[in-house]
């Protein structure tokens, strides 16, 4: 089955900086990332996804890169502020099951 | 904006007994879906439900689990016979499509989740 790997668990990044998360994945049909954020004790919200046709997407101050070669996907986050603190899950999906990476700490220091 | 609810928000049951977890997914969602988080760790898959039947499902979703949907709106997760180690927040999540290359039919929305705790 999928495997997610997530890097780094934690990050520390002070306001104005950016932030980089990376994942690898295993599976070779999946085809569809998203990424979501979760805060502490609520739901994960998605907050940006890339599929397999597409290998980078922008939102504002959020990007996604995709590289289906190496099986690589990272998310960016620029001028990061306060409220960007929470967990960031990386997922993987090929027809219905969503693999989640093992998530990543973000805490934006004021 | 529509959003998918659960209920409880939070269950505390006893080892050994049966809980139902509900889910109401958004109206004109066809997929659905049940997740957990352990505290402190990833979500993980359980089983996905479409057509009335269970599409696919993990290694976690053992004979003890078993889905519904009993009406048209509700969507159930039962867990037969609880252990300590069910303990954990569950999701429940739907989406109108799934698999499909059209952006943003196939995006899961997620429940805000029931909190199961199993003494």
């Known amino acids: 089955g999928e495997n997610v790997e997530q890097h780094p668990s934690t990050l520390s990044v002070q306001e104005g900086d950016s932030a980089v998360i990376k994942c690898t994945y295993s599976?070779?049909?999946?085809?569809?990332f998203p990424w979501y954020k979760q805060e502490l004790g609520k739901r994960p919200q998605l907050i940006i996804d890339?599929?397999?046709?597409?290998g980078e997407k922008k939102d504002q101050r959020i990007a996604v890169t995709l590289n289906k070669t190496a099986k690589h996907f990272s998310l960016h986050i620029t001028e990061t502020q306060p409220e960007d603190s929470a967990v960031y899950f990386c997922?993987?999906?090929?027809?219905?099951?969503?693999?989640f990476g093992t998530g990543t700490k973000l805490q934006v220091i004021p | 904006e529509p959003e998918v609810t659960q209920t409880p928000s939070h269950q505390v049951t006893q080892m050994g007994q049966e809980v139902i977890l509900r889910c109401v997914p958004i109206?004109?969602?066809?997929?659905f879906y049940w997740y957990r988080q352990i505290l402190g760790q990833k979500v993980e898959f359980l089983v996905s439900?479409?057509?009335?039947?269970?599409?696919?499902k993990s290694e976690i979703f053992d004979d003890q689990f078993s889905v519904e949907r009993p009406d048209g709106s509700n969507f159930t997760l039962k867990i037969r016979s609880t252990k300590l180690e069910d303990s954990a927040m569950y999701f429940c999540?739907?989406?109108?499509?799934?698999?499909?290359?059209?952006?943003?039919?196939?995006?899961?929305?997620f429940g805000p989740g029931t909190r199961l705790t199993v003494l």
């Open positions: 999540a739907s989406s109108w499509t799934s698999g499909q290359p059209n952006p943003s039919t196939d995006t899961q929305y």
């Open positions: 599976d070779s049909a999946s085809n569809y």
């Open positions: 890339i599929r397999s046709n597409v």
């Open positions: 997922a993987a999906r090929g027809y219905q099951k969503v693999t």
């Open positions: 109206s004109n969602h066809l997929y």
């Open positions: 439900f479409y057509n009335n039947e269970i599409s696919e």
